[in-house]
């Protein structure tokens, strides 16, 4: 009964800022990997940002210097910073979760329902 809610999308002009947060509920031994993806209209999602459990991370090159993920491990939440937004960051905003319901099970990949981001010009 694993979940992930994402919230915080919503529009916002160009050369903005918005804040993303993914709560991760459920029969959750630990989560490895989180991670944000996007999906705009036509084109394939692709990685934005993630961030294992210790603190390690990795950005896409469209996004580096202006998105900044973290995480609070206590809360299995993980929160995508955006600023100096452009149009072509529109899209749909999805959270991903790498994760071990058991501890004697493997990881898996868990998908949040994805939050609406548009950056009007």
């Known amino acids: 009964q694993v979940q992930l809610v994402e919230s915080g999308g919503g529009l916002v002009q160009a050369g903005g800022s918005l804040r993303l947060s993914c709560a991760a509920s459920g029969s959750i031994f630990s989560i490895d990997t989180m991670a944000w993806y996007r999906q705009a209209p036509g084109k394939q999602r692709d990685l934005v940002a993630a961030?294992?459990?210790?603190?390690?991370?990795n950005y896409a090159d469209s996004v580096k210097g202006r998105v900044t993920i973290s995480r609070d491990n206590a809360k299995n939440t993980v929160y995508l910073q955006m600023n100096s937004l452009k149009p072509e960051d529109t899209a749909v905003y999805y959270c991903?979760?790498?994760?071990?319901?058991?501890?004697?099970?493997?990881?898996?990949?868990?998908w949040g329902q994805g939050t609406q981001v548009t950056v009007s010009s």
């Open positions: 961030m294992t459990r210790g603190g390690r991370e």
């Open positions: 991903n979760a790498e994760l071990r319901v058991t501890w004697w099970g493997n990881p898996a990949d868990y």
